[in-house]
């Protein structure tokens, strides 16, 4: 069945450093959705994707979808205490959404 | 707006019992989803609802139930609650318009615990 793998699942790091998660499907994926979720909280939405090998900005956030559409990153620059969560990526394959398992980040001040 | 609202926030089910999560949205939004999330994963989709009287199967959706009778409402029925099916459940709505545009708002969750 649809798979998205996402890696790595914990990072830990200084704050003002980078950060970067990577997404991964089984299969070509028709669009892609990355989330984040506090701590006890409910995912928000922070970007989607559609073409092949796009890259959207966010302030200090860079989207990136493949050119297969079958993988995508988020990178965040000298990264802040406001940045912690998990940071999911969602594929849609058919009319589902499949959310990959999350990268929990951890901001050290 | 109220947005996604979801009740109960908590509830502790014991094996076989039943019980419906209610989920609303005052978005009007056409798409609405239902979501389990296991602690340390992913979320996945258990049902969905692309409008008022139709429903589709997600990835798990054994042991569930739902409808759309309305545009703003989409319950979720567990029948014959187990130990399996603890786990925090998230209602989402998204509309679609004008292109591929699913954002997805989320409800603050459902944490049900079947003892």
């Known amino acids: 069945g649809q798979q998205v793998m996402q890696i790595p699942q914990y990072q830990h790091v200084q704050e003002g450093e980078d950060f970067t998660t990577y997404c991964n499907s089984s299969?070509?994926?028709?669009?892609i959705q990355w989330y984040k979720q506090r701590p006890g909280g409910h995912p928000v939405f922070l970007i989607q994707?559609?073409?092949?090998?796009e890259v959207k900005k966010q302030k200090r956030l860079t989207f990136q979808f493949g050119e297969a559409k079958k993988n995508s990153s988020l990178h965040i620059t000298a990264t802040q205490t406001t940045d912690v969560g998990t940071y999911f990526c969602?594929?849609?394959?058919?009319?589902?959404?499949?959310f990959g398992t999350g990268t929990s980040l951890t901001v050290i001040p | 707006n109220a947005g996604v609202t979801q009740t109960p926030k908590f509830r502790i089910l014991k094996i076989g019992q039943s019980m419906t999560l209610q989920c609303a949205q005052d978005?009007?939004?056409?798409?609405m989803y239902w979501y389990r999330q296991d602690p340390g994963m992913g979320l996945k989709l258990i049902y969905y609802?692309?409008?008022?009287?139709?429903?589709d199967k997600g990835e798990v959706p054994n042991g569930y139930n739902v409808s759309r009778s309305t545009t703003e409402d989409f319950p979720l029925r567990l029948e014959l609650a187990a130990p399996s099916q603890t786990s925090v459940y998230f209602c989402?709505?998204?509309?679609?318009?004008?292109?591929?545009?699913?954002?997805?708002?989320f409800g603050p969750g459902t944490r049900l615990t079947v003892t």
């Open positions: 994707l559609v073409k092949s090998g």
């Open positions: 609802s692309v409008g008022a009287g139709i429903t």
């Open positions: 299969t070509t994926l028709s669009n």
């Open positions: 989402a709505s998204s509309h679609y318009r004008d292109g591929p545009n699913y954002e997805q708002y």
């Open positions: 978005m009007n939004h056409n798409y």
């Open positions: 969602a594929g849609l394959a058919g009319n589902q959404f499949y």
